[in-house]
């Protein structure tokens, strides 16, 4: 991969995570340029003009100057970043399967497990809204229900699609292995255990910072 790869993100944000370890496992030269969500640094004029009009990070910028290129979503970089690697099964079924355990990812457990880990770790409950404080244990019960799913999974792979680790790991570790700070306890996922373990061993892993 030629060109020059830049990531905007938030360090402690885990979909920023996940695209800095898709690189690292994958041996790929990574810049960070780094922005504090709390204090709006994504929603300045420069940023929406220049780098995403959704003032969201993360954002994969691919090469420098007039030429870059910027590319939103979390998944989305991941798999620019491992196409053609390990990372991506050439079976089609195969792919599919990654792809739905990411969109899982994206729809049953990060809207959950991540929101209270913001809400709860980083904004602390006195300083969230009425709305927000009363969705609180329908977002405990929806990420429990997530975790159970992935732990019961588990029990019969070592990774989410089969023997060796993808794109569909990648994505789930970033907020599961962080998920007690969201007041989940990871105690009662013995496989999820076992999963971060595995995925903490591989050649090549980065920490979250």
């Known amino acids: 991969m030629a060109d020059a790869l830049t990531l905007h ?11 800095k370890l898709t690189a690292a496992l994958l041996g790929l ?6 922005y504090d969500i709390m204090k709006g ?8 003009a220049c780098v995403n009009a959704n ?4 954002v994969l910028q691919i090469g420098e100057g007039a030429a870059a290129r910027f590319l939103p979503e979390s998944n989305a970089a991941c798999w620019y970043l491992a196409h053609g690697s390990t990372l991506i099964s050439a079976d089609r079924f195969a792919q599919a399967d990654m792809l739905r355990w990411m969109f899982f ?5 990060e809207p959950n497990i991540a929101t209270l880990r913001f809400w709860l770790h980083f904004v602390g409950e006195a300083n969230l809204s009425e709305q927000q404080r009363a969705q609180i244990m329908a977002k405990r019960m929806a990420g429990c229900a997530a975790l159970d799913l992935m732990n ?7 990774f989410f699609c089969g023997e060796a680790v993808t794109l569909a790991d990648i994505a789930l ?12 306890g990871l105690r009662d996922y013995p ?4 999963w971060i373990a595995r995925v903490q061993a591989l050649p090549g892993f980065i920490a979250m910072d």
Do not use: W
């Open 55 to 58: 003032g969201r990070i993360p």
């Open 105 to 109: 990812e994206q729809y049953n457990h």
């Open 29 to 34: 030269p990574l810049a960070t340029r780094a």
């Open 9 to 19: 993100e938030d360090p402690r944000s885990g979909n920023c995570y996940k695209i």
């Open 191 to 194: 496989h999820i255990l076992s």
């Open 152 to 158: 019961k999974h588990l029990a019969n792979h070592a």
């Open 41 to 48: 640094e994504t929603r300045t004029p420069e940023f929406l």
């Open 173 to 184: 570790f970033p907020y599961t292995h962080v998920a007690e700070e969201g007041g989940f």
